[in-house]
């Protein structure tokens, strides 16, 4: 199976459309490379990883309602490994009010809820560049397959410009060496 590797100034320039769509149609796979350099976001991503770093009261801050019933946030925010459930994963999931507050909800729908914010010095920052640079990203991949398929371009930007996406953190903690199951 081949997966075309993509350098993210030719996707950004518009030159990439062909080996694109050959990812989309074969293998369903691409590699973007070169995006941190490009847009200026290495620190960035650093930056938002290394909530992971930080104690459980920083944690404790953001999680989800399901671990901290007094906490309001369902969908957004930290959820923990479950060992005992043989969830070897933890994350972080951020939604698109980083980089645009108007997208935040009341919190009625959990798609829209406002993300929990860890109170790390430079973390908001930080989250919204990389945010930005993602949806620059989408935008941009969404519309190179619209060309490849001879659409309009420009339904990415009224079916996904005000985009509820959400990006996920995930680290995989070290654990005991315990084989689960």
Known sequence: MHIPVIQIEDLLAENADSEIMQGAASSGFLTLSGVDACLCIGQARQELISFFDYGAEVRQRTLRHKYDPSRPNLYRG????????????EGFDIGADVADPTIAGDGADPLTEPTPHPGIKGWDEAAKLYMQAMHQIAGALTRSLLRSLDADETLEQSMFGRSISTLRLLRYPQHSGEKFG
Do not use: C, W
Request: proline residues 17%; hydrophobic residues 40%.
């Open 78 to 89: 930290f959820f923990p490994s479950e060992p005992e459930k043989n969830a070897m994963i």
